[in-house]
C-alpha cells in the first residue's frame, strides 16, 4: 500500500493536486498554498516529509486569481505590507476578520465535505495566508480535526478565534516561524500560540532562526509531528 501517481481532483469549485494512498486507513491531509502560490507550490512536501504514516495529500487551488499570475484565498493590502517590510513594523491582522475570508473558508468547506472523511481523519495544513486558514477552519469545524499545522502563520480575528478555539479543547497543534520574518513578525506568531494554548489545544510553537520559510529542521520536525496523528 503505497503512495500513488499525483493526480488532478475537483471537489466544489475547487481543483487540487491529489497524491493518492491506497491504505484505507491513511490519513488525509489538506495543504494549503500561500498568497501569490498555487496548488503545485507545497505539492512537493509530499515527498519530502518522511513518514511511516500513510497519507492521502490534497493541496488545493485558491479561488482567486490575481492580476499577474498565482492565486489567493483571499484580497491583502499589497502596498501596506511592503511598508511593513520597508518599516520593520509587520502588519497585524489580529483585530478583525480579514475582507475576503469568509468566502474562502465556504469553498474550503465545501471542499472538505467533497472528500467525505471523517474529521478525525483529516489534517490541516497550511502556510503564511494557507496557515491562517487552516487555523480557521479547524476552529470552525464540526468535529475536531486529527490536528492543525501552521506553518508561518499569523493571529488573525483574535477574539473570535478564542471563542471558537475553546470548543476544540485538546485540539493538536503544529506550529513554526521565523525569528526575523519580515512578512508576517515572530510577535503575532507568538501570540497566536498563547490563544492556542489558552484555549486548550496542545502544541508549542517552534522557533527557527530565519525569515518567512519552511526549513529542513521544520519538516523533520512536522514529519515526526504526523507520524502521531
Not at 491562517?132 to 501552521?150: F, K, N, S, T
Amino acid at each position: 500500500m503505497t503512495m500513488e501517481k499525483p493526480r488532478l481532483v475537483r471537489f466544489g469549485n475547487l481543483d487540487a493536486i491529489e497524491i493518492p494512498n491506497s491504505d484505507p486507513n491513511a490519513l488525509a491531509v489538506i495543504c494549503l498554498h500561500g498568497y501569490g502560490a498555487d496548488m503545485r507550490d507545497l505539492a512537493p512536501l509530499a515527498q519530502e516529509l518522511e513518514t511511516k504514516r500513510p497519507i492521502t495529500w490534497f493541496f488545493p487551488d485558491a479561488p482567486e486569481t490575481l492580476d499577474w499570475g498565482g492565486r489567493a484565498w483571499f484580497p491583502i493590502d499589497v502596498a501596506a505590507f511592503e511598508e511593513a517590510q520597508r518599516t520593520g513594523t509587520p502588519r497585524d491582522l489580529s483585530l478583525k476578520e480579514p475582507e475576503g475570508l469568509e468566502w474562502a473558508r465556504e469553498e474550503l468547506q465545501r471542499f472538505i465535505k467533497g472528500l467525505e472523511k471523517p474529521w478525525d481523519k483529516i489534517v490541516l495544513m497550511g502556510f503564511s495566508q494557507g496557515a491562517m486558514l487552516a487555523v480557521d477552519l479547524a476552529a470552525r469545524a464540526e468535529a475536531p480535526p486529527a490536528g492543525v499545522a501552521i506553518l508561518s502563520g499569523t493571529l488573525v480575528d483574535k477574539k473570535t478565534l478564542a471563542e471558537l478555539a475553546a470548543a476544540k479543547k485538546g485540539l493538536p497543534f503544529f506550529q513554526s516561524h521565523g525569528s526575523v520574518d519580515p512578512i508576517l513578525g515572530f510577535p503575532q506568531a507568538r501570540a497566536l500560540e498563547k490563544v492556542l494554548v489558552e484555549a486548550g489545544w496542545r502544541g508549542q510553537l517552534r522557533r527557527f532562526e530565519g525569515g518567512h520559510a519552511i526549513p529542513a529542521d521544520t519538516l523533520e520536525a512536522l514529519a515526526s509531528w504526523l507520524e502521531k496523528r
